[in-house]
C-alpha cells in the first residue's frame, strides 16, 4: 500500500476505482502536506474504531507508513481498509490507519461516518469485491458519461519515429514508464500508452524525465476518455 494514497473526505472513492465508485465514500486517507479536521470523537467511538480497525479488507502486497508522524520516530503502518456501510445504505471506506489518526493526531472524521461507526455494520472482503468486480464489469461493457464519477483518461505520448531505432531501443530508452501502461509504433511515431487522471501531468512529468535521462522526449500526446467511445484529441504543445 504505498504511494499517494490522500482523498478528500466523502469525495469520489477512486482507490481501486479511479473513475470513482458509486454508493462508497472515503474518509480518513489523509496524506502529509494536507489539512484535517481535529477533535475528540469520544471515548466510545474510539474504542469501536479500534475494535473494527482490527479487521482488514481489500489487503494490499506491502504495507503504508503514516505520513503525519515524524520521520525520526516509529510510524504506525497500515495495510488494507475498512467498509462501512450507513443505515441510509451509503458505504464509507476508511484505510485501517484511521485509527491511528484518530487516537494519534485526533484526526476527526465527518459526523456520517462517525454515525456509520456507531450504528453501520462493516462489510466483508466478498462484499466489497462484489461491488468493484460489478462497477469495472459496467465500465469495460457498456460505460456511460455518468459513469465516471471523476474525469479519467486513456493517453499515449507520442514520440518520433526517428528517435529511436525500433521498438525494443524505445522500450529500453523511455525512462519510468507509467503504471498500468504499455508501448508501441504507429504511423505517428513510437508511443506509450497509460491511463491517468490528468493527460497535461502526465506529459510534462515524462518530458521532465526524458530530458533528466538525456533522451528524447515525447513531442505531444493523444488522449480521450477512458472507456468511452470517443475519438482522441491531439495535443502538440
Avoid at 450507513?86 to 489518526?101: E, K, R
Wanted: aromatic share 12%.
Amino acid at each position: 500500500m504505498g504511494g499517494d494514497m490522500y482523498m478528500p473526505d466523502l469525495s469520489p472513492y477512486i482507490y481501486h476505482v479511479p473513475t470513482g465508485l458509486p454508493g462508497v465514500l472515503p474518509v480518513g486517507w489523509l496524506g502529509g502536506g494536507h489539512e484535517f479536521p481535529t477533535g475528540n470523537v469520544g471515548f466510545l467511538v474510539r474504542h469501536r474504531i479500534q475494535r473494527l480497525f482490527k479487521h482488514a479488507v481489500l489487503l494490499c502486497a506491502g504495507l503504508h507508513a503514516c505520513e503525519l508522524c515524524p520521520v525520526y520516530c516509529d510510524c504506525a503502518m497500515g495495510n488494507g481498509e475498512v467498509w462501512l456501510e450507513a443505515p441510509d445504505g451509503v458505504i464509507y471506506a476508511a484505510p485501517t490507519l484511521l485509527a491511528h489518526y484518530v487516537e494519534r493526531h485526533h484526526y476527526l472524521p465527518p459526523p456520517e461516518f462517525i454515525d456509520a461507526v456507531r450504528r453501520g455494520r462493516p462489510l466483508t472482503e466478498r462484499e466489497c469485491m462484489e461491488r468493484i468486480a460489478a462497477h469495472r464489469s459496467l465500465l469495460e461493457t457498456d460505460a456511460k458519461p455518468e459513469d465516471l464519477l471523476v474525469p479519467y483518461y486513456e493517453v499515449r505520448l507520442m514520440w518520433r519515429s526517428d528517435s529511436f531505432e525500433d521498438l525494443v531501443g524505445f522500450h529500453a530508452a523511455v525512462p519510468h514508464v507509467p503504471r498500468r501502461s504499455w508501448v508501441g509504433l504507429r504511423d505517428f511515431g513510437f508511443y506509450c500508452l497509460a491511463q491517468t487522471h490528468d493527460p497535461s501531468e502526465l506529459f510534462q512529468d515524462m518530458c521532465a524525465k526524458c530530458d533528466r535521462a538525456h533522451v528524447a522526449a515525447p513531442y505531444g500526446y493523444r488522449y480521450r476518455r477512458a472507456y468511452l467511445r470517443e475519438e482522441e484529441r491531439v495535443v502538440i504543445p
